[in-house]
Structures are given as C-alpha cells and as structure tokens.
C-alpha cells in the first residue's frame, strides 16, 4: 500500500511539473527551483517520518521529505556558484545566524548532541528542525523567490494546501475519518488532539497556523483574480472560517482575530474598507455577543474557551522556567534539554498539575531561554527584529500595484506574527513546516529589500556623473 501510495504521489507530482512547466499566454513558466522548494515545503507537512520512512542500519533514516531537501540544497548550492544576484549585498542576517549557529553548537558540545534517554528527543534533531533547515530555507526564498511568477506560485501553494487542510478539518471535526488523508492523522497511538482538527501535523495549533496562512495568502490573491474565478476564490476563502474553529484551539483563534484586524486596518485597496466590511462586522459582532455564555463553557465544540487544565500547566511552566533560568541565566541548560534537566533537578521544586507527563516549555522564547540562556535569546531577537524591520521597510517603499506590493509586505509580516504569537503558547521546535514557512517569509523580504536597495544604489551611481558635471560647468 505504501509503495502504491509513493508512486500515487510521484505521478502526481510529474503531472503537476509537466504542466507547470508549460509556457503561459504571456511565455513564462513557474522557475523550476520555485516548484521545487513548494513540494518540498508541502513534504514538509505531508511526507515526513509519520507517513513513511526507510532506515539504514547504523546511518539515519530517509524520508520524502528529506530526500527532496537533498534536491533542494543542491539546487541551492549550484545556484549559489552560477548565479550571481543584487540580493546579497546585505548580509546581516546570515551573520546573526552563524553567530546563533555557533551558540547552538557550543551548547550541544558541552551538554551532549544525542539525547540522554531513548525517550527523549535529540539535540541535534531539534537544532536541524527549528534552526538549520529553515536558515536553507531563508537563503534559498532569498535569491529564487523574489520574482512575480515565483512569488505568486508560493502564494498559490500554501493557499491551496490550506483549502486543503480545511476540508480534511470538517472530516476530522465530524468524524468522517475515512475520508482523512492521509491516514496517520487518525492514529489513535497519538492521543494530542485526536479530537480536533490536527491535520498531517498531529497537533492543532500547528495546523491552525497552516490554516491561517493559507488564508493571508488566498485574501492577497483575491484582488489579482477575475469573474467566475473570483467568485470561486471567495467560496474557497469561506472555508477557512470554519476549520479555524474545528481546530479548537484558543491561540489560533487569538492569531486569526489579529489577522482579521490588521487586514481590515492595514490592508491598502482601492475603496473605503469601513464601508465594504461594515455590515459584516455587525454581523460578526452580533454572532459573537450571542456565543458570549458559552465562551466560559470548559467545553471545546460547544466554543467554549474557559478550559483551566492547560492554564495550570503553563503557569506552572513559567514558574519552573524562571528557576531554571535563574540558575543558568547566561548559556542555560544545552539546547533540546529543557525535559532532561527540569526532570533531573526541578520536579520537586516546582510540580505541574493536572498531569502526569513531564511537559516541554510551551512558549518558544522562554524555552530558548531556559535552553540557550541570554546569549541565545538576545541573538535570537536580533534576527526577528531585522526581519520586521525588512517587512516594515518594503511596506512603506513598494508601490501599492502588482502582486509584488505593499500589500505583500504586510502578508509577509501577518505570517511571522502569527507564528511569533502562536509560539508563545506552543514550542514549534519539533516541526519542520512552521519554522521553514517562518524563515522563508524572512528571506523573501530580505531578497525583495536587497533589490529596493539594488535599485536606488544604481540610479544614485547614474546621477552622481551629471552632477559633477554640472558643477563643472557652473565652476
């Protein structure tokens, strides 16, 4: 059944390439680098070890996606000796992250690259997962995802692949699992959210995050499409508001409220926005005054967000965290130790209620904290902080027309806030999909800033000569 279902997928995926590849009216293809890099982000979410894996005795495992990222970096690397690109100029944040890199390092060096137990998850895999994958991912979208028509083929994937995930969500929300793909999402030797929508990531609150950037970029698509197919467009955008919901997750309802707002109030179009969506925000504001008693419900599916447990947990969490960072402020536990060391020497001193499992921090800064101390973190913030910087330059420089606008900037920006905001209340470290689809947005931005910065370069080069050649004269 599992070869069956690879090769299922590989046609697929040839179908889809030689289809791609085909000139448009216009005589442009999708580059083959941009397809590439969205298969192997969709692998990312759909192929990994969950779905299937080969090991080789005494090496490592092969996975799907793994196995594409192989491709992915030698695209890269060929790519990077053979092309040369305005882009490069800056290069902050290749530095940031050599100097994060060299942190990591130092760190699993001093405290172990594998895991102390069987049960526990490799240091080295959660600095692949969280970090060095998606640095490849932020200098690969930097110099191949910079152009319109590889810009608006990523659009169009992660909006597709979370229409997607949306269907499955209403199958999963109504236990309509026979329909479910694919079938390791229903594995019931995986309890976390067996009874939300988790989709192929096993957990809600990353599925959640899938949802809602398919939903940024699917509005940013919208404006760009014409007739039937907006009428379509729409219909599909629909869903999204829904299996939002059937994630019954409250930090994605926090992340598609923020989303929804700063659309309404930094989305730039061409017509007055408070009169377009006045009557739909009556709407919504009355549908929401009427669920107002059950949101204190501890009940999921009835819209209830009044559960306690999870609360208790966290708080605990946090307690447990400052000590640790108390005790280890400035290089912390080791990378990936956060488990092993709270075990060893903090179970007593704070308890965490309501279970009976140790729990990994669920906020990823304080976890990066306790793990990589000050040092790690403040590096860490460095490169977030140049990130925005980037998405807030390219929203105040780019032209308000074309896919390449302003409006882009702003999506760029929806995107890594809302993996910022979800990840103070989940650690994202264990899932390759969020962390790749976060760096990617980066390197986009930067890519985009470095030819803005390109451009201005080159016109202050051709008028510099007319200039002194003026004075001349006037001399």
Known sequence: MIVFLCSLIAFSILIIVLFLLLP??????????????????IATAMWGRAFYETRIAGLFDITIERALFVIVA?????????????????????????LFSLICLASMG??????????????????????????????????????????????HTLFYFGVY?????????FGLRQYVYPEFINDPKVLLHLDRARGPFLNSAINGLALIVGFICGMHLFSFKQGFGKIFHLAMLSLFFPAVFFTLTRSIYLCFLFVLAMSLFAYRTSFPKWKTFALPMCLVCVLA????????????????????????????LLKRSIVM??????????????IPASV???????????????????????????????????????????????????????????????????????????????????????????NVLFFTCGGIADGLYGQLEF????????????????????A
């Open 455 to 474: 451009m201005q370069t080159s016109k202050e080069e051709m008028t510099a000569p007319s200039l002194s050649s003026s004075n001349r004269v006037w």
């Open 165 to 173: 995930l949306a269907v499955i969500a209403f199958f999963e929300f």
């Open 110 to 155: 001093i405290h172990g690259f594998r895991q102390s137990e069987p049960k526990y998850v490799a240091p080295f895999y959660f600095y692949i997962t969280a970090y060095l994958f998606p640095f490849v991912a932020f200098v690969f979208a930097k110099r191949f995802l910079t152009t319109e028509r590889a810009l608006s083929f990523f659009l």
């Open 289 to 316: 005054f009427s669920f107002t008693p059950r949101l204190s419900s501890s009940e999921r599916r009835a819209g209830g967000i009044g559960q306690i447990e999870e609360i208790l947990i966290r708080e605990a």
């Open 24 to 41: 448009t009216s216009d005589g442009q293809t999708v580059p083959f680098r941009a397809l590439l890099f969205c298969v192997w982000l």
């Open 325 to 338: 960072i108390a005790d280890n402020p400035v290089l912390g536990v080791g990378l990936g130790q956060f």
């Open 344 to 434: 060893a020497k903090y179970k007593g001193v704070v308890p965490i209620p309501e279970t009976s499992e140790e729990q990994t921090q669920h906020n990823q800064l304080i976890g990066m904290t306790v793990e990589l101390g000050f040092v790690g973190v403040l590096v860490y913030l460095a490169i977030l902080i140049v990130f925005f910087r980037r998405f807030f330059a390219l929203y105040s420089r780019l032209p308000w027309t074309g896919l390449i606008n302003s409006n882009l900037a702003l999506l760029l920006g929806l995107c890594a806030s809302v993996f910022l905001i979800n990840n103070l209340f989940v650690d994202a470290s264990f899932h390759l999909f969020p």
């Open 74 to 98: 030698a695209s890269l690397i060929v790519g990077l000796f053979s092309e040369q690109s305005s882009t490069d100029q800056n290069r902050t944040i290749a530095g940031l992250f050599f």
